[in-house]
């Protein structure tokens, strides 16, 4: 490769400014023209060149694109040269919203207007409007060099010595952000003596100011004229700092994410926030250090990336852009009858079974409807489930799978986190030795999902640190002087094990789970999943996993083209989230009569494993609106209640499993009895609806068969009378 020569490299830039020409719907236009047009108009502030334009303008000069891509910074200054020239010059007339360039150029005009009529002498004034005047002080925009659209993002890991002043792309998660700070780039200084203005360019983050003026008029006269910074005359930027982290994925075994700093200036900045996944091209650039620490690292310097572009990775559901094809494919699929059976269903096809428990997971993603009150007061939204089981039936999995699928999501392990990790922390800022609040798993999964894994394992004192987040979704702050709130509008999904590691059945439901009520309460699913000999069960499991293992996808009668990836699911969820479904007046009675129902039927039972509360009205209602944002529908309807009704029974039923029962078998049709007459009395008549006692009969682990059998047999004695379509049981009046 030739050495490059930079004034031909300027012509080049000016060239190919001038003359590339893109292709629009209707013809061909100068792309850049249009660009440097709407600059000096004001109507923009960011000129981006796009490699991938300059290689197809110098198909046959590679080598000035390669110059381009490995010392990046100098053409930047090239192009910003090449952009001065070309760019229309802005005439006198007042602007809108005029800034301090305005009033220099104004003061400039003054100037030289006395200086003409005091020497007489003929000045072209518009012509000399920015003599005097640096060019960085003059200039109105932001350019930016965009890498080509084919090149392959590095691994932190990959970034090496060669790397240095190059053009890069990495891809990590954002760990922390900054505070937007003002960097003075530019500083004007006013002598106040001779009145002489001079500027000096700040290149890098410390500089040691100007104090005596070198005009000519002070120098002639002898007079030492001391400087004064006009801070209004200065040019300031916005300058945020990033910490990039890599990629869990990434991360070789048994060593540390590394990170790597990046800063942000002008229109870049809070374009991301912590907890998420983003791609970064920039200069890779080297830096010494400062201060205290120069003395301590010696020739040791350290590394930053000065960044070009930024683009979020994984976006959350309100900045999520669907596709023309995808929005098609929704469209079928929400008038489907069994879309919710499928969508649940494509929860980890590789876990065996936990039907309803999928359907609980695919909720918690959709999610309720926040209200907010005239008063400010919020009533939540999200749903929050609790998976309480025996070691080995894969809840650390689903765990798993939700994070891959959620845009936006948290995971960690109970032991492994502290009230402050998963709330907020006070640190000091390096820069500005300020102390700051770094957020926790619960902040950084902000309108998200945050997967706490071994809730048990966690300290008391730490788990009370949730009971705020799980109701109100705020985290307060009292700490260090500093006293604020922070949302954390997530949905909690903790995984435990119960509290003698295996569930005892010989033992109440409250001493195995042991978690306070107070915390139980704020769940809206509690699932207790128990790994219980079965042999049917069993060998089903085992030929299950063992397929899994052989094929590499689930054995499943559906072909593997009709599961739903993890990309068009987050599609299909953020279209759901908005619609805001309402309950109807003529379900008000069908809601208040099951709440009422499932209270009397607490306060007959002499030891209650749950304690309905107020919070599980609300359950009801959010699942409920949960199932009916998956059907793309604004109103719900009694089947979405009977279903959320459903999957608190079946939620709850495990928990009532008691000491073994011997003859339980042979016994299960005084159960469905019971069960059936309890419905009745609660419902002050003598008919129950045979839709309703099977659906309660099978979420208490009962089979249909079984039911069907009771009926058969309590029929045969006359206690009561089946329709013969199957739509309501009757008992007989004696």
């Given at each position: 490769?030739?050495?490059?020569?930079?004034?031909?490299?300027?012509?080049?830039?000016?060239?190919?400014?001038?003359?590339?020409?893109?292709?629009?719907?209707?013809?061909?236009?100068?792309?850049?023209?249009?660009?440097?047009?709407?600059?000096?108009?004001?109507?923009?502030?960011?000129?981006?060149?796009?490699?991938?334009?300059?290689?197809?303008?110098?198909?046959?000069?590679?080598?000035?694109?390669?110059?381009?891509?490995?010392?990046?910074?100098?053409?930047?200054?090239?192009?910003?040269?090449?952009?001065?020239?070309?760019l229309?010059?802005?005439?006198?007339?007042?602007?809108?919203?005029?800034?301090?360039?305005?009033?220099?150029?104004?003061?400039?005009?003054?100037?030289?207007?006395?200086?003409?009529?005091k020497?007489?002498?003929?000045?072209?004034?518009?012509?000399?409007?920015?003599?005097?005047?640096?060019?960085?002080?003059?200039?109105?925009?932001?350019l930016?060099?965009?890498?080509?659209q084919?090149v392959?993002?590095?691994?932190?890991?990959q970034?090496?010595?060669?790397?240095?002043?190059?053009l890069?792309?990495?891809?990590?998660?954002?760990?922390?952000?900054?505070?937007?700070?003002?960097?003075?780039?530019?500083?004007t200084?006013?002598?106040?003596?001779?009145?002489?203005?001079?500027?000096?360019?700040?290149?890098?983050?410390?500089?040691?100011?100007?104090?005596?003026?070198?005009?000519?008029?002070?120098?002639?006269?002898?007079?030492?004229?001391?400087?004064?910074m006009?801070?209004?005359?200065?040019?300031?930027?916005r300058?945020?700092?990033i910490?990039l982290?890599?990629?869990?994925?990434?991360?070789?075994?048994?060593?540390?994410?590394?990170?790597?700093?990046?800063?942000?200036?002008g229109?870049?900045?809070?374009?991301?926030?912590?907890?998420?996944?983003?791609?970064?091209?920039?200069?890779?650039?080297?830096?010494?250090?400062?201060?205290?620490?120069?003395?301590?690292?010696?020739?040791?310097?350290?590394?930053?990336?000065?960044?070009?572009?930024?683009?979020?990775?994984?976006?959350?559901?309100?900045?999520?852009?669907?596709?023309?094809?995808?929005?098609?494919?929704?469209?079928?699929?929400?008038?489907?009858?069994?879309?919710?059976?499928?969508?649940?269903?494509?929860?980890?096809?590789e876990?065996?079974?936990?039907?309803?428990?999928?359907?609980?997971?695919?909720l918690?993603?959709?999610?309720?409807?926040?209200?907010?009150?005239?008063d400010?007061?919020?009533?939540?939204?999200?749903?929050?489930?609790?998976?309480?089981?025996?070691?080995?039936?894969?809840?650390?999995?689903?765990?798993?799978?939700?994070?891959?699928?959620?845009?936006?999501?948290?995971?960690?392990?109970?032991?492994?986190?502290?009230?402050?990790?998963?709330?907020?922390?006070?640190?000091?800022?390096?820069?500005?030795?300020?102390?700051?609040?770094?957020?926790?798993?619960?902040?950084?999964?902000?309108?998200?999902?945050?997967?706490?894994?071994?809730?048990?394992?966690?300290?008391?004192?730490?788990r009370?640190?949730?009971?705020?987040?799980?109701?109100?979704?705020?985290?307060?702050?009292?700490?260090?002087?500093?006293?604020?709130?922070?949302?954390?509008?997530?949905?909690?999904?903790?995984?435990?094990?119960?509290?003698?590691?295996?569930?005892?059945?010989?033992?109440?439901?409250?001493?195995?789970?042991?978690?306070?009520?107070?915390?139980?309460s704020?769940?809206?699913?509690?699932?207790v999943?128990?790994?219980?000999?079965?042999?049917?069960?069993?060998?089903?499991l085992?030929?299950?996993?063992?397929?899994?293992?052989?094929?590499?996808?689930?054995?499943?009668?559906?072909?593997?083209?009709?599961?739903?990836?993890?990309?068009?699911?987050?599609?299909?969820?953020?279209?759901?989230?908005?619609?805001?479904?309402?309950?109807?007046?003529?379900?008000?009675?069908?809601?208040?009569?099951?709440?009422?129902?499932?209270?009397?039927?607490?306060?007959?039972?002499?030891?209650?494993?749950?304690?309905?509360?107020?919070?599980?009205?609300?359950?009801?209602l959010?699942?409920?609106?949960?199932?009916a944002?998956?059907?793309?529908?604004?109103?719900?309807?009694?089947?979405?209640?009977?279903?959320?009704?459903?999957?608190?029974?079946?939620?709850?039923?495990?928990?009532?499993?008691?000491k073994?029962?011997?003859?339980?078998?042979?016994?299960?049709?005084?159960?469905?009895?019971?069960?059936?007459?309890?419905m009745?009395?609660?419902?002050?008549?003598?008919?129950?609806?045979?839709d309703?006692?099977?659906?309660?009969?099978?979420?208490?682990?009962?089979?249909?068969?079984?039911?069907?059998?009771?009926?058969?047999?309590?029929?045969?004695?006359?206690?009561?009378?089946?329709?013969?379509?199957?739509?309501?049981?009757?008992?007989?009046?004696?």
């Amino acid at each position: 490769q030739k050495m490059p020569d930079y004034v031909q490299d300027i012509e080049k830039c000016k060239k190919f400014l001038e003359n590339f020409q893109t292709q629009s719907d209707s013809d061909k236009y100068y792309k850049y023209i249009k660009i440097l047009n709407a600059v000096a108009k004001r109507e923009s502030t960011i000129i981006p060149i796009e490699l991938s334009d300059v290689a197809q303008y110098y198909e046959k000069d590679q080598d000035f694109l390669t110059s381009i891509e490995k010392n990046t910074l100098r053409y930047v200054s090239l192009f910003s040269e090449a952009v001065d020239l070309l760019l229309p010059s802005a005439d006198l007339q007042p602007f809108d919203n005029d800034d301090v360039l305005d009033v220099l150029r104004m003061q400039k005009v003054q100037q030289l207007q006395q200086n003409q009529m005091k020497n007489a002498t003929f000045l072209d004034v518009p012509n000399n409007l920015n003599s005097g005047l640096p060019k960085e002080l003059l200039r109105r925009y932001e350019l930016r060099i965009l890498p080509r659209q084919n090149v392959k993002c590095l691994k932190l890991r990959q970034v090496l010595a060669q790397h240095i002043g190059a053009l890069i792309s990495i891809k990590g998660i954002v760990v922390r952000v900054s505070e937007v700070k003002p960097q003075l780039t530019l500083a004007t200084y006013t002598c106040d003596r001779c009145g002489h203005e001079i500027y000096q360019e700040v290149i890098s983050k410390n500089f040691m100011p100007l104090f005596q003026c070198i005009s000519d008029v002070c120098k002639t006269n002898s007079i030492a004229g001391k400087l004064v910074m006009q801070t209004r005359g200065s040019k300031f930027t916005r300058y945020q700092e990033i910490k990039l982290q890599e990629l869990a994925e990434e991360v070789p075994t048994g060593q540390t994410p590394r990170t790597v700093t990046v800063i942000v200036r002008g229109e870049l900045v809070r374009f991301c926030s912590p907890g998420e996944v983003a791609k970064i091209a920039g200069v890779f650039l080297p830096t010494p250090y400062t201060g205290y620490q120069a003395m301590k690292a010696g020739l040791i310097a350290d590394t930053f990336i000065e960044a070009m572009a930024v683009y979020q990775q994984k976006k959350s559901y309100a900045d999520y852009i669907v596709t023309k094809e995808q929005k098609i494919r929704i469209e079928q699929l929400s008038i489907e009858p069994n879309v919710y059976e499928k969508l649940s269903s494509s929860i980890a096809p590789e876990i065996f079974g936990m039907v309803d428990v999928k359907k609980a997971l695919l909720l918690l993603m959709v999610g309720g409807v926040t209200r907010v009150m005239n008063d400010g007061m919020r009533i939540r939204g999200d749903i929050n489930v609790c998976l309480v089981g025996d070691p080995g039936v894969a809840k650390s999995q689903l765990l798993k799978s939700i994070v891959q699928i959620a845009p936006r999501a948290i995971y960690t392990s109970g032991k492994g986190s502290s009230g402050v990790g998963l709330t907020a922390a006070v640190i000091r800022d390096p820069i500005t030795k300020e102390l700051l609040l770094e957020g926790g798993s619960l902040v950084l999964a902000d309108m998200g999902v945050c997967c706490i894994d071994e809730f048990d394992k966690m300290e008391e004192g730490d788990r009370t640190a949730i009971h705020e987040v799980m109701e109100q979704q705020t985290i307060s702050i009292a700490k260090a002087g500093i006293t604020t709130t922070l949302n954390a509008r997530t949905a909690i999904l903790a995984a435990a094990n119960p509290a003698y590691g295996r569930y005892n059945i010989y033992r109440t439901p409250s001493e195995n789970i042991n978690l306070p009520a107070a915390l139980l309460s704020r769940f809206d699913l509690l699932f207790v999943l128990l790994d219980k000999p079965n042999w049917e069960n069993d060998t089903a499991l085992a030929h299950h996993v063992t397929f899994v293992h052989q094929n590499l996808r689930p054995p499943t009668k559906i072909q593997m083209n009709q599961f739903i990836d993890a990309e068009f699911m987050r599609a299909y969820i953020s279209q759901a989230k908005k619609i805001d479904p309402f309950v109807p007046k003529e379900l008000t009675d069908h809601i208040v009569g099951s709440y009422v129902s499932m209270r009397a039927h607490e306060a007959q039972v002499k030891d209650p494993n749950t304690y309905t509360t107020a919070r599980t009205l609300l359950g009801i209602l959010r699942i409920s609106q949960a199932i009916a944002r998956l059907r793309m529908s604004e109103q719900v309807i009694a089947e979405d209640v009977s279903e959320a009704i459903r999957l608190m029974d079946a939620s709850k039923s495990s928990l009532k499993e008691v000491k073994p029962q011997k003859n339980r078998d042979k016994d299960f049709t005084s159960s469905i009895y019971i069960m059936i007459r309890e419905m009745a009395s609660l419902a002050t008549t003598n008919l129950v609806s045979y839709d309703d006692a099977l659906t309660r009969a099978i979420a208490r682990g009962f089979q249909p068969q079984q039911f069907n059998a009771c009926l058969e047999e309590y029929e045969a004695l006359n206690v009561w009378h089946v329709a013969s379509d199957r739509t309501f049981i009757k008992f007989s009046a004696n």
